[in-house]
């Protein structure tokens, strides 16, 4: 790595001559003077304190919230998608693919459009979010949707892109890669250091290997790679870099039972991916952080989303929830670790992937329905017990 240096100026700072992360973090991006930015200004997403969520918990230490939900399309995919449809449209490009759950087309179909480029998306018939495929849709994406589960389309996507002149702009694309470990850099920058933990989902596992890449990159080798024998469960003593802490829905959690699943199912459509493309990189970035990959089921992926909308007002997708999820699991063990930075209490991020609002059918199947009352205020005054 060189020596230079990121801006003063914290990630979170919104201010008006915000470009976008290539021309915030260029220096430590695989781009040129040659490479025609496109940008929807994505980056610069809040890590929120979940001082309310802690309490709830009964969590010792300090709890983030990296709200990528606030990213142009609504998910952490716009960070990776900035670089993949730059280099694109640097290589001369005219056509992108992708297979997608939902949101990988949701961000592809945006940044296509703005690009000026066709947009081609292979989707599991009836297994996207109607949110998600909406946005599809709306951008001008050619969207198939094939009798087959997310791993059979990004089968036919790679095969594709290696006999045609398409693109291809998953997270096996490396530039998808490059843009999503930014999120680690402005997570060090709002915080002053790395946390101690930090909880994520994974289906692909592109974004588990993107945050561990942005923090090693980030601290210029001044890191410990731990043995790949490194005792389990985690172990107490801290380094300067976080654990990593993986977690999978129950029925699509090919790398915690160690093969791949062949029919997965989960309410968390995001992470419904039976044999991610970088299974070897999320290995590494567990081993190396002393960290963990685990399992979380439905009913504690929902529960942590409606306790998260309900305590801190933040509205993720289910699939975001699993990090809160995997927290709630293991926040004995890591309140008993303590912090790296000499003190008893952890500082714990979760990433939040996207916004509530790609899956508002969950939201109303979970939650109670509206009552239906009178248009009469004496009425409503009444159901709510209000006295005067």
Known sequence: MSEKKFSDTPASAKTSNYRGLIERYRDYLSVSGKTP???????????????NLAAEIGFSGEIYLKYEGMNPTGSFKDRGMTMAISKAAEAGSSTVICASTGNTSASAAAYAARAKMRCVVLIPDGAIALGKLSQALVHGAEVFAVSGNFDEALNIVRELSEKYPLTLVNSVNPYRIEGQKTAAFEIIETL???????FIPVGNAGNITAYWKGYKEYADGKFFIA????????STIHY????????QAEGAAPIVRGAPVAKPETVATAIRIGNP?????????????????DIVTDDEILAAYKLLARSEGVFCEPASAASVAGLIKYKK?????????????PVAVCTLTGHGLKDPDCAVKNSSRPMS???DAAK???LLGIKS
């Open 380 to 382: 409503i005054v009444s």
């Open 192 to 198: 002053g250091r790395a946390p101690d933990f930090h």
């Open 333 to 345: 063990i890591i309140s008993d670790s303590g912090g790296s930075d000499g003190k008893d209490s």
């Open 227 to 234: 043995a790949a024998s490194a005792p389990y469960p985690l």
């Open 277 to 293: 493309a970088s299974w070897r990189q999320a290995v590494e970035a567990r081993d190396e952080s002393l960290g963990a990959i």
């Open 373 to 375: 009352v009178p248009c």
């Open 240 to 247: 300067p870099l976080p654990h990593m802490m993986g977690f």
């Open 37 to 51: 930015v496109v940008t929807l200004l994505e980056g610069n997403t809040p890590l929120i304190r979940a001082s």
